[in-house]
Antibody
């Protein structure tokens, strides 16, 4: 069974950074892209970007290029997303998803930005 | 960026009714389209991929179709558990883009 386990909720102050994790079991992340998607409160889904864990190559949506940094550790089958210079607008649930059409999703990590 | 337009923000239908949700792409995306269902407090679930292929474990009352750049998700006989928000996604080109979602409720 494929499972994606995401790290716990984060409360970050404006201007700081947080690093989220997504640990995969039942699927080798070297054989897929890891995607990250966010969902602001009461809003729709937004694709942030993806990483190819096999070689570290990344692609970001334009608006997240200076916000998100995606990395992966194939030895632990875990992907990470760092969000920097947090603003209130970054308050959202962040999902990781894998396989060609986002077949498998994590449960999401709630990030709240507040002073 | 490719825009995915779900013109209906919400839809109300009766049990056993046929429901169709549509998504319009701003340019040709071939069959690089998926549909997801999201229930409150949950992550999205893949229903349809490649525009018309049913994802594993999804009931056969769900089906997808394409006409040019318009894509449709059809639920043949609406069930109580089908309520939720439905999103389309194009993965033809980066950045991948979602539709705004269509909220399906029971009448």
């Amino acid at each position: 069974e494929v499972q994606l386990q995401q790290s716990g909720a984060e409360l970050g102050k404006p201007g700081t950074s947080v690093k989220l994790s997504c640990k995969v079991s039942g699927y080798n992340i070297r054989s897929t892209y890891m995607h990250w998607v966010n969902q602001r409160p009461g809003k729709g889904l937004e694709w942030i970007g993806r990483i190819d864990p096999a070689n570290g190559n990344t692609i970001y949506a334009e608006k997240f290029k200076s916000k998100a940094t995606l990395t992966a550790d194939t030895s632990s089958n875990t992907a990470y997303m760092q969000l920097s210079q947090l603003k209130s607008d970054d308050t959202a649930i962040y999902f990781c998803a894998i396989a060609g059409y986002f077949d498998f999703w994590g449960p999401g990590t709630m990030v709240t930005v507040s002073s | 960026d490719i825009q995915m337009t779900q013109s209906l923000a919400s839809l109300s239908a009766s049990l056993e009714e046929i429901v169709t949700i549509t998504c319009q792409a701003s340019q040709d995306i071939g069959n690089w389209l998926a549909w997801y269902q999201q229930k409150p407090g949950k992550s999205p679930q893949l229903l349809i991929h490649s525009a018309t292929s049913l994802a594993d474990g999804i009931p056969s009352r769900f089906s997808g179709s394409r006409s040019g750049t318009q894509y449709s998700l059809k639920i043949s006989r609406l069930q109580v558990e089908d309520t939720g928000i439905y999103y389309c996604l194009q993965r033809y080109s980066n950045p991948y883009t979602f539709g705004a979602g269509t909220k399906l409720e029971l009448k």
